[in-house]
């Protein structure tokens, strides 16, 4: 008797042009170079079923013998040609007479997913912290990117592949432009109004309702131009909700809500509220996301990433060092204009593989301590606040933790490629020097200070510098824990030359 193997959520075939992206409808994602053929298709278990008992009894026999046999008995008889070799496929999957990549339930990478590596660090980092910070030069594609990321994740149906990439607006993407005069959360979180007793909805809470509704999926929210207005003004639930993330006992996401119980708004104003978010026909008491928001509120959901786009002029503002330490923060300033013209650059990996990794993501570094080298990152962190001890820059658990949690995410989507060298640069570019901007004097240091003599003052200056500083120092720190031309090491000389010349720096100048 045949073994059968349940399929689920994010398992491929072993040609890696078959993904199960809903498990009871058993939608699949069909990847393959021939016309029309790509695409999200979706069959019932039903007829899977009946594949899986014919193969049962002719393990050999082509797709078109299949669909032949079960033709008039079958709803094979309703798809299109083409079909019955997909679901043949399944069938075998399902007796294991073809290997099925869990990428579920095991550690999904980028050979599996035929990822590219330049889109690990986005990843990784969203992977770490659903709050990121994409900044650069206008025209670089910041916001594209988040709109790919979006496309390359939902798992709603198109026609055909292309279809999905033509999609500007697929249901898991938001784009809010951010306005110069946003001074309070209102415009962010809305209120209630007092004068027409009713809650005043904006975009940014329907469509976090709307990734309550869809936990499966990441949902990509693009704050456009975020530093037109003052980031911790706006939105300041939204950064004290992020750091209250934690798991309950019953293993569910929590974190505390940017708007309050809506109970406490009175009976009929949260019934209002309910029944706006989730239509009349889903309004029940006995609905949980009912009762959640009724008795919780609306909190963050797993699955929400927040990305923003930031420009540096003299129209923005700049970030507080509290929205540092809640982003991950990404430069985007490199332009390729020969991948531009070859038309390399549009394009963008399907990335359903990874849903699940994305949205259940571990909160604690103890989660992943023993997947990694923690050892050797504690001990460079310990050298960085070394450095920066009586600093403003000088660096809390938060960062420990999110450093631990980049390692182990970007060990797993590297594979054999991982370097943990590479993964402490980047999370150096992200986090770290991302808190560093002064003046001269601010970033002054004595080569007599204590902090220098665990460097060495010749190890500082050995590039020729006359003067020690806090940039040059860190570089060094950098040199010794994680090599030497690394992209910390580029972005540092570059900010210690705009000290020299302007006398003041910023990373985000």
């Known amino acids: 008797m045949s073994t059968e193997i349940q ?31 790509s695409g ?31 033709s008039g008995q079958s709803k094979i008889d309703r798809f299109e040609y083409g079909y019955e070799s997909t679901i043949l496929q399944m069938a075998k999957m399902v007796l294991g007479k073809v290997n099925v990549i869990h990428t579920a339930k095991t550690k999904p990478s980028h050979q599996d997913l035929h990822l590219d590596n330049n889109y690990i660090p ?80 904006t975009p940014f809470v329907e469509f976090i309702v709307k990734a309550w509704q869809h936990t499966d999926t990441p949902y990509f929210l693009c704050l456009d131009e975020m530093n037109l207005a003052p980031v911790e003004e706006y939105f300041a639930e939204f950064l004290s909700a992020i750091e209250s993330r934690s798991t309950d006992k019953d293993g569910n996401y929590v974190t505390d809500p940017i708007i309050k119980p809506f109970k406490e708004f009175g009976k009929e104003a949260c019934e209002e509220m309910l029944k706006h978010f989730l239509g009349e026909a889903l309004y029940t008491e006995s609905n949980p996301l009912a009762k959640q928001f009724a008795e919780k509120g ?140 002064g003046d001269d004097n601010r970033l002054a240091l004595d080569e007599n200070d204590p902090r220098i003599a665990t460097i060495g003052a010749d190890t500082i200056t050995d590039t020729g510098e006359n003067r020690i500083n806090l940039l040059n120092s860190l570089r060094a720190i950098v040199r010794k824990y994680i090599g030497t031309e690394t992209a910390t090491e580029k972005k540092i000389n570059s900010m210690y030359r705009t000290l020299e010349r302007e006398h003041f720096v910023s990373y985000w100048a």
């Not at 080298?373 to 809390?396: C, H, Q, R, S």
Request: glycine share 6%; aromatic share 8%.
């Open 7 to 37: 399929l689920h959520r994010g398992d491929m075939s072993e040609n890696g042009r078959i993904t199960i992206v809903d498990e009871d409808r058993l939608c699949y994602v069909v990847q393959s170079e021939s016309r029309g053929a």
């Open 122 to 201: 986005y990843l990784t980092a969203l992977r770490t912290k659903p709050f990121m910070l994409l900044a650069g030069i206008s025209g670089t594609g910041k916001s594209r990117i988040v709109r790919k990321l979006a496309q390359a994740t939902t798992t709603q149906a198109y026609e055909n592949n292309e279809d999905r990439w033509k999609d500007n607006r697929p249901e898991n993407f938001e784009l809010i432009q951010v306005k110069p005069n946003w001074h309070n959360s209102m415009d962010v979180v809305g209120f209630y109004s007092n004068i027409s007793k009713k809650y005043e909805f």
């Open 298 to 437: 609306l909190t963050l959901p797993p699955n929400l990433m927040v990305m923003g786009t930031v420009n540096m002029d003299e129209t923005t503002f700049s970030f507080s060092r509290k929205v540092l330490d809640r982003a991950m923060s990404v430069e985007m300033n490199e332009v390729d204009y020969d991948s531009f013209l070859s038309g390399e650059s549009e394009q963008f990996p399907l990335l359903t593989g990874l849903n699940e990794w994305l949205v259940n993501r571990p909160q604690q570094a103890s989660e992943v301590k023993d997947e990694i080298d923690g050892e050797k990152v504690i001990t460079y962190l310990k050298a960085v606040n070394g450095l920066m001890e009586g600093t403003p820059f000088k660096l809390g658990y938060r960062a420990a933790n999110e450093a631990l949690l980049y390692v182990a995410a970007s060990q797993t989507l590297g594979g054999e490629s991982f370097s943990l060298e590479k993964a402490m640069d980047e999370f150096t570019l992200m986090k770290i020097l991302s808190r560093i901007e």
């Open 40 to 70: 999200l298709r979706t069959i019932s278990k039903a007829i899977l079923k009946e594949f899986v008992e014919f193969v049962k009894s002719k393990p050999d026999a082509a797709p078109k013998e299949a669909r032949e046999s079960l």
